[in-house]
């Protein structure tokens, strides 16, 4: 256990709160517990863990699958492990709460049609007909000096800016990807982690490109290797989130990177480490091009238009043009996995189509991005969408027979953008989207309690301006939420106004805990925060990590002061 006698303080004072309320009957304890019921390991993992929740005093177990987004069709074990499970948990007298409705990190949702993605709109992007098929007329590389080749006195060819050029950065001529030299990075100081290389270039608006890099890395520590596109002159902060992948040892490895430019013209393209501490980095053969068409989404809402290049005659699907889709959206390394590494799918001209070889299009569409490391988002208001969430519940509702419905609703970091919003902000669209969610359990389980987590209804958290690849504000959000709603409040960070936000709006809060760090450290700010502070619930037991060393202590602190 890693709780201190100063930890038992804090958290003595942390569990106070709610004290009123739980006079009649104990605090809801849960204990978070992510779980592949497809692997056996996995269950037998879960089983082990349920009697230890119980004897400690847990009362329910919330569970969530990826495999959740995607019932139907599993192999029976899977159901003969979600029903063993199930009646374990009863014979402990544990409750199973289902984590549902996964928008946001929708990955799982998206195994059942890869196009339901939120979409980023290219508009007009400039096509070429040659032999009968459509591509890109020119896509020179926006980085000339990407090949890494000669240097001047303070950066190699062709960039603005390199960090400690001649020691920490150098040209080397012994490794390289080609030609004859790479950009070598390291020699890290406890002064000084960062070695980054940028560039500021001129972009179309509303287009597509894709920045391809190869590196090698020899026991690298600290902050990852990472790509950012910076727009100059904006408060977004970046127009990608997606990591590389870079291993801390690796061979020369292709890295590529998909991101819309959307509003801006000038864009800072940096590469490189932040926070490094031992290691080298080689970088060759840097690439920015404009691509068209990759995990390009086919939806409503997410329209398709050709069109020649003045614009006044637009060409129809079937009768100019074959039909226009990326198949390996989504499917790559399989269902509901995006890749941004594939080739761009070819746009084919029919025979007898008003399109002649030769002739300039313009085409305009939608493609969905990655975050972090692979994180999807689906559509906030297409109705395919709700269709699946309910066919989702449906099935957890007869698997189950929960007494709570979670719904996942959770950093939601690409939406708005669609025509859909017919002129919405970001923060309607979700207050609609939930909304409705809440109307299909109900329709459901009118009998079921309903929670979701905090962060996008939060305005001192994800509920704001400029957050992540969302168009505009997330703010008003809240304004979908039932009262009725129980609310799972993760932010540590700014916990005094979000627990008093939530409560004066009259929901019910459990407080997620624990995150992996320190009981103590973590329950610091939530002691300071919760004091005062009505309907607060009960406390979930919360790790990403699959940490449950501290699970005993956690409950032992909420027991002692619920008495």
């Not at 890494?148 to 490794?175: N, Y």
């Not at 299909?440 to 009998?447: G, H, K, V, Y």
């Not at 009259?506 to 004091?531: L, T």
Request: aromatic content about 10%.
């Amino acid at each position: 256990m890693r709780l201190l006698s100063a930890g038992l303080l804090i958290l003595g004072c942390w569990f106070t709160i709610g004290a009123s309320a739980m006079a009649e009957e104990p605090a809801p304890l849960w204990v978070y517990a992510p779980t592949n019921f497809q692997s056996e390991q996995d269950v037998q993992r879960l089983l082990t863990l349920l009697p230890r929740a119980a004897k400690a005093g847990y009362h329910g177990v919330v569970i969530a699958d990826s495999k959740f987004g995607r019932l139907a069709g599993r192999p029976q074990s899977y159901y003969r492990n979600l029903q063993q499970v199930r009646q374990a948990a009863e014979d402990l007298k544990l409750e199973l709460i289902p984590l549902v409705m996964p928008i946001g990190y929708s990955n799982s949702l998206l195994q059942n049609d890869p196009n339901l993605a939120a979409g980023l709109p290219v508009k007009n992007c400039e096509l070429l007909v040659q032999n009968g098929v459509a591509s890109l007329a020119d896509s020179p590389n926006l980085l000339p000096g990407g090949d890494l080749e000669t240097a001047g006195k303070a950066v190699p060819t062709g960039w603005d800016f390199v960090d400690q050029f001649g020691s920490g950065s150098q040209l080397d001529r012994q490794e390289k990807h080609a030609g004859d030299s790479s950009l070598r990075l390291g020699d890290f100081t406890p002064q000084d982690g960062r070695r980054r290389i940028a560039k500021k270039v001129r972009l179309q608006p509303f287009h597509q490109y894709r920045l391809t890099v190869w590196i090698k890395t020899e026991d690298l520590r600290g902050s990852e290797f990472r790509f950012l596109p910076i727009p100059v002159d904006s408060k977004r902060p970046f127009l990608s989130h997606a990591n590389l992948g870079v291993k801390p040892t690796q061979p020369w490895t292709r890295h590529r990177v998909i991101f819309n430019s959307l509003e801006h013209k000038e864009v800072l393209i940096y590469l490189g480490v932040w926070e490094g501490k031992s290691g080298k980095v080689w970088i060759d053969d840097i690439r920015l091009e404009e691509v068209a068409g990759v995990n390009m989404v086919r939806r409503s809402g997410c329209p398709l238009h050709v069109r020649c290049f003045d614009g006044s005659v637009t060409y129809e699907e079937g009768r100019d043009f074959e039909r226009w889709e990326d198949p390996q959206l989504g499917r790559v390394p399989y269902l509901g996995e995006y890749d941004d590494s594939h080739e761009a799918p070819p746009l084919k001209i029919t025979p007898g189509s008003r399109i002649t070889n030769g002739q300039p299009l313009m085409v305009s569409y939608y493609h969905t991005v990655r975050i972090h490391n692979g994180q999807v988002c689906a559509s906030l208001v297409a109705d395919e969408v709700f269709a699946l969430l309910q066919e989702q519940i449906q099935q957890i509702d007869k698997l189950l027979k929960p007494k709570r419905f979670f719904m996942a609703h959770d950093e939601i970091r690409v939406a708005g953008w669609d025509e859909l919003a017919k002129d919405r902000s970001t923060g309607q669209l979700l207050a609609g989207n939930v909304e409705r969610c809440v109307k299909l359990i109900r329709a459901l389980r009118p009998d079921a309690q309903i929670l979701v987590w905090s962060d996008m209804f939060d305005p001192h958290h994800n509920a704001r301006d400029n957050y992540y690849l969302v168009r505009g504000t997330v703010a008003d959000s809240w304004k979908g939420l039932d009262p009725a709603v129980n609310i799972v409040n993760w932010n540590s960070g700014k916990a005094a106004a979000s627990l008093a936000f939530f409560a004066d709006r009259g929901h019910d809060q459990i407080i997620a805990g624990y995150y992996d760090s320190d009981v103590a450290a973590n329950a610091a700010p939530w002691k300071q925060a919760a004091a005062g502070v009505k309907n607060i619930r009960g406390y979930m037991y919360t790790t990403w990590e699959r940490q449950y060393d501290d699970l005993e202590a956690f409950a032992r602190l909420v027991r002692e002061e619920s008495r």
